[in-house]
């Protein structure tokens, strides 16, 4: 069944709950949107706020400090916020994926060396402890890995190590807030579910939250090669099938959101590294992120992918943040096109919201409309 880029759009907003906010506690909301990606970890709060139903300014930290969310390394080795019920599925999928590989030759033996991690992540400490302790031991134990794995390791500090460990961020000082967690702990997860298991349920996931999504969007968002993704989807035998603008084969669940192409989609404000930008295959994020406007919110140079806002549900410009020395807070909305009259307003109100979320002690809110 054919299936247009519009009505993509309108599925994928619909489970972001970027069509109408969602009415569940922030727990609920991450598992219905898939693995939020934490780069840059001021997006949090906005990543929730924009989906969620009356979220309060401080309730993001609070799901951590209770343990209703974690973060911690996963998908393609990026940092992403997930439920403690997922992260077992999400950590098996990423310490199998490409990144998660050891580079240089065949899998070693290195249970005594992970052992001896888990050991470690038992007390939060800083990453730099953990690539020492491994550092150490490779060199104790010489001839475990090659010269050239050793070496392609440290460049990349011991991630194919970590992800078979299964670590989340914790905050130094010992309380959650808006200061980025810099300490790694062992993740909600004595032992890795069975990985075909896994799989199965990190592709429905990612169906759920993104979908209708072909083989090959599933693959890059969670860094596998696409037969064994392809194998897998061909396998789930209840899913439905469609086929998009460049005749792709894309699957979703049967019962997932897909409204009509005529349904109006609010304005929202999406933070950096949102996920819903990332999450199919590199030039295939047209039902999102139009293709004129890709090099303006996706900067090659460091990986950056800068906060942005939605009209009709696409993106149609990007946002900043300034505070001044007075405590004033100064949201700027940049557009990329010629924006509705009426939508501007629509953006100058949301942005005062976001601004309120954000800053709720600020001396004053104001939000700046450039074009």
Known sequence: MPITTRALNRALLARQGLLERMRLPLPGVAERIGALQM???????????????????????????????????????????????????????SAASKVGSFRAGPEP??????????????????????????????V?????????????????????????VG?????????????????????PVKEFPPLPE????????????????????????????ITPVRTALEAMTDLVTFTDDDGRTLYDLP????????????????????????????????RILPDAH???????????????????GKVAGLWTMTTAKGGAVTLILTPLEQVPILAKAELVAEAKRLLEFTHPDAASHEVVFRG
């Open 198 to 225: 896994a799989l199965d349920f990190v592709i429905r996931r990612h169906l759920g939250a993104f979908g209708p999504a072909a083989a090959e969007d599933v693959a890059s968002w969670i860094a596998w090669n």
């Open 255 to 286: 019962g997932a959101p897909r409204p009509g192409e005529d349904v109006e989609a609010p304005v929202r404000l999406l933070p950096w590294f949102d996920s819903s930008l990332l999450a199919y295959a590199p030039g295939r994020r047209t």
């Open 167 to 187: 670590f989340v961020r914790v905050p130094a000082e010992g309380v959650w807030s808006k200061r980025t967690p810099l300490l790694f702990a062992l993740g």
């Open 39 to 93: 780069q840059y970890w001021p997006a949090l709060g906005p990543a929730l706020w924009s989906r969620a139903h009356e979220v309060a300014p401080g309730s993001p930290w609070h799901a951590h400090s209770t343990g209703d969310l974690v973060t911690g390394t996963l998908l393609r080795g990026t940092i992403h916020t997930v439920t403690p019920a997922d992260y077992p599925a999400y950590a098996a999928v």
């Open 140 to 164: 104790a134990n010489p001839g475990v890995l090659s010269g050239r794995e050793i070496e392609l390791q440290r460049l990349y500090r011991w991630t194919s190590v970590m992800m078979r």
């Open 109 to 138: 033996e290195i249970g005594e060396l992970l052992d001896l991690v888990r050991e470690m992540g038992a007390t939060p400490r800083p990453v730099a402890d953990l690539v020492a302790a491994i550092d150490a031991w490779v």
């Open 294 to 312: 890709r090099d303006h919110v996706y900067v090659k140079a460091n990986g950056q992918l800068k906060p942005s806002f939605l009209v009709d």
